[in-house]
């Protein structure tokens, strides 16, 4: 079945630095993909919706300077967090909408810790 | 806007047992309603859904009926088993400019005991 891939699963980043998430559909292709972020135990929250060719549609109160969205390709999208900080760990989610038939997968997630 | 409420957990239940893990949300029009899993170190599964009024979802035992009077979306499972032990997450879809977007529920983490 289709298959969104995230990488990486988890990465720890000293304050200051910038990390980048990549977000692939393995076998399909998304003209649209989705952000999340979840903080312990509370819902995952929408930060953005990328779409591909064209500059990504932000949730209010999401810095776009800060979190760098980059959706270049059917199959690919990038999440940037520029000079992290330890408030912006959290478990990052993407999700992949299908171009046929509209359906929504999910990647694995990933872990980010900011030392 | 858009909410999901959903029943806080942590939930434990002994093999065998009756699940009922609440959904009700708030939207305007007609959403469609969801429910994923998300079982320990893997993504987000869609388990079941339901896109109108009266529609039944089901997969692998479990159940939710979407109720337009109550505006929920209860998932129920008659017997759980140890393998059901995840985070249950209810979602609703609906038309944010011209995206159809998720909205999603706080998560239910269930664990079922042998």
């Known amino acids: 079945g289709a298959v969104v891939s995230q990488h990486p699963s988890w990465v720890i980043c000293k304050s200051g630095t910038s990390v980048k998430i990549e977000c692939r559909s393995l076998?399909?292709?998304?003209?649209?993909m989705f952000w999340y972020r979840q903080f312990p135990k509370q819902s995952l929250m929408l930060m953005a919706t990328?779409?591909?060719?064209?500059?990504?549609?932000?949730e209010q109160g999401v810095e776009k300077d800060k979190f760098l969205i980059n959706h270049a390709s059917l199959t690919l999208s990038t999440l940037t967090v520029t000079s992290a900080h330890p408030e912006d760990s959290s478990f990052y989610i993407c999700?992949?909408?299908?171009?046929?038939?509209?359906?929504?997968?999910f990647g694995e997630g990933s872990w980010l810790t900011v030392v | 806007g858009d909410s999901v409420t959903q029943m806080e957990g942590p939930v434990t239940l002994s093999e065998e047992a009756f699940l009922t893990i609440n959904c009700t949300y708030t939207a305007t029009g007609y959403p469609s309603l969801f429910w994923y899993v998300q079982y320990p170190g893997e993504g987000l599964q869609l388990l079941l859904k339901a896109t109108k009024a009266d529609d039944k979802g089901s997969n692998k035992g479990f159940e939710a009926t979407y109720r337009k009077e109550t505006t929920s979306f209860h998932l129920e499972k008659g017997s759980v088993q140890v393998s059901d032990s995840a985070v249950y997450f209810c979602a609703l879809s609906g038309i944010s400019g011209s995206a159809r977007q998720l909205t999603f529920g706080s998560g239910t983490q269930l664990t079922v005991l042998p």
């Open positions: 990328s779409n591909e060719g064209s500059k990504a549609t932000y």
């Open positions: 999700s992949a909408r299908h171009n046929s038939g509209n359906t929504i997968y």
């Open positions: 076998d399909f292709q998304a003209t649209t």
